[in-house]
Every structure is written in structure tokens, then in C-alpha cells.
T-cell receptor
Framework: DAKTTQPPSMDCAEGRAANLPCNHSTISGNEYVYWYRQIHSQGPQYIIHGLKNNETNEMASLIITEDRKSSTLILPHATLRETAVYYCIATQKTSYDKVIFGPGTSLSVIP | EAGVVQSPRYKIIEKKQPVAFWCNPISGHNTLYWYLQNLGQGPELLIRYENEEAVDDSQLPKDRFSAERLKGVDSTLKIQPAELGDSAVYLC????????????FGQGTRLTVV
């Protein structure tokens, strides 16, 4: 699976949009981009995934560049409860065993 | 719907003692994963099961770690004997094979070896 790189930390004001970048320049054509987050003392939680097109659900939006080498997770109106570590991973749908979770981005939502 | 259930939530043991963790995946999920997570790092896969078969255990330290998934449902992960360096959070996750789109994680077991 493709390796991903993310900034180690970010801050965001409460109520503002949080834009979390992820670089996956070696992603292959059949690999999806997945985002998970991990709130302190809990297990990771799935947020969203995409292949080529931009995706939106009740939690976030995912913007994938046309060349698929990078993506951005958008939390439209960040809340304090969304302070967490956010992981971006690239994997084929059925091969979580090959997933490499990096250290992720620690997002702090500030009042 | 109940999520992935792990127990115990916390465990403190002395080094050289054995310890076991238990995981009950989401009903119907045939794929089960055990991960290890050290402080400040992302989860690292230890073993993956498809039903009752371990299909990827290459990262499992087999000299002291063992796992089983009887009847393809619940799973246990054991360490014997535990070492100081085994202190970490042990996460269990499950997913549906095939059109699986996400893995569901339990809250984890925080192990402290003293």
C-alpha cells in the first residue's frame, strides 16, 4: 500500500473549517484514500474514504486532487469534540492488513 | 448495534507474568485484526484473521505472543511472559470481507508492565 505523509500537528479555531492535508504521491490506481480519527483513549473511528471523486458525508468532506497524489479532509465547522489524531491511509478496500498507520495529524480545536 | 468489545480496559501486571486480552467483534464480521499502539504512534498490525484462519501473522512476535479465534467469532491475544516493552494499547478491529469499506475498532486494552 502507498505511504502517506501528514503534518504532525495543526490548530483550528472552533467553528472554523479545519483542512487536513495528506500526501500520497505513490498511490496506485486501485487504492482508496481513507481517513480515520482517534480521540484520546479511544480506538480509531472511520470518517470517510474516496477513490477519485470528492466525497461528503455527515462527518466531513474529502477532496482528492485530479492526479490523486494528495487529498484534504475538511471538517466544515470544527468543534472541540473533534480534537483528535487524524490518520490518512491509502489501501485497497480489502487489505487492511497492509495498512500502515503513520503518526497522523494531531488536530487541536481551540475555543 | 454493539460495536467491537474488548476487555479488560486496563491491565497492570509484573514482568514475566502472562496476560490475555479478549475481543468480541461486530456480529457477522468475518475479518478480525489485532493491533498494537505505542504512545504517540499509529496502530501497528499484529495479526489478521479471516474467520478462524490467521492469514497474516508476520508481525506477531511468536516467541511470546499467541492468538486464537475459535469458531471464527471471539478472539484472544496472549502474551507469555510479558516484558516491560510490551506496555502499550492493544486494539482489536473487525470488518466485512469483500466490499468492506471500513474497519471498526474497539476501545483497546491499555497494558502496563511493571
Amino acid at each position: 500500500d502507498a505511504k502517506t505523509t501528514q503534518p504532525p500537528s495543526m490548530d483550528c479555531a472552533e467553528g472554523r473549517a479545519a483542512n487536513l492535508p495528506c500526501n500520497h504521491s505513490t498511490i496506485s490506481g486501485n487504492e482508496y484514500v481513507y481517513w480515520y480519527r482517534q480521540i484520546h483513549s479511544q480506538g480509531p473511528q472511520y470518517i470517510i474514504h474516496g477513490l477519485k471523486n470528492n466525497e461528503t458525508n455527515e462527518m466531513a468532506s474529502l477532496i482528492i486532487t485530479e492526479d490523486r497524489k494528495s487529498s484534504t479532509l475538511i471538517l466544515p465547522h470544527a468543534t472541540l469534540r473533534e480534537t483528535a489524531v487524524y490518520y490518512c491511509i491509502a489501501t485497497q478496500k480489502t487489505s487492511y492488513d497492509k495498512v500502515i498507520f503513520g503518526p497522523g495529524t494531531s488536530l487541536s480545536v481551540i475555543p | 448495534e454493539a460495536g467491537v468489545v474488548q476487555s479488560p480496559r486496563y491491565k497492570i501486571i509484573e514482568k514475566k507474568q502472562p496476560v490475555a486480552f479478549w475481543c468480541n467483534p461486530i456480529s457477522g464480521h468475518n475479518t478480525l485484526y489485532w493491533y498494537l499502539q505505542n504512545l504517540g504512534q499509529g496502530p501497528e498490525l499484529l495479526i489478521r484473521y479471516e474467520n478462524e484462519e490467521a492469514v497474516d501473522d508476520s508481525q506477531l512476535p511468536k516467541d511470546r505472543f499467541s492468538a486464537e479465534r475459535l469458531k471464527g467469532v471471539d478472539s484472544t491475544l496472549k502474551i507469555q511472559p510479558a516484558e516491560l516493552g510490551d506496555s502499550a494499547v492493544y486494539l482489536c478491529a473487525s470488518s466485512l470481507q469483500g466490499e468492506s469499506t471500513e474497519a471498526f475498532f474497539g476501545q483497546g486494552t491499555r497494558l502496563t508492565v511493571v
